[in-house]
Every structure is written in C-alpha cells, then in structure tokens.
C-alpha cells in the first residue's frame, strides 16, 4: 500500500527506498522536490540537484568528484550516471 501523504522535509538522503526525485515549483514560483520512495511522498525543501549533492556527500563523496568520475570512466560529458552509494547500489540517472 502506498502513503499518498506529503511529508515535509528540509534535507533528504537518498537511499534503497527512493525511486524518483522529481521537481516541482511552490506557489511563489520556487523548485522543490518531490521525492517518491516505495511506500512514501515526500517534499524535501530545494531542489533535485541538491539532494544528489546532499547524498553524495553522506555517502562520502563530493557530487563533483562522483561526476568526473563517472565521465572519466563512461568517457561521456553530459548526463553519466552518478554513483550515490556503490556499497548499496543507489546510481542517480538524468533524463
């Protein structure tokens, strides 16, 4: 069952449960973003790429450094696939 609830939340960590990270403008024209998890909505206050850059570095990496590792190693500058977590397997993909 899902919890179609909205959950405020100032920062957020991706994990194994977080499924999208979807951005959306407030009433006064501002990005947030809608984060949807397996059971849960949440909005986290900021947006998208702040939250990529929030877990990189939980995680222990800087979102610069997952960046051009990722172009590095793919040999593609625009939209790599970001590694948020390698020991849990969360990658972070543009479309």
Known sequence: MTNKVMVSKKQYGINTETMALLPFYDEYGKVHTKVLERDRTLCVCGKPKAVVTFSCG???????GR??????IMGIRSRAPI??????GIFFYTS
């Open 58 to 64: 939980y995680y222990g990496s800087s979102y610069k």
């Open 67 to 72: 960046k051009d590792g990722a172009s590095l």
């Open 83 to 88: 590694v948020i977590s390698e020991q849990l």
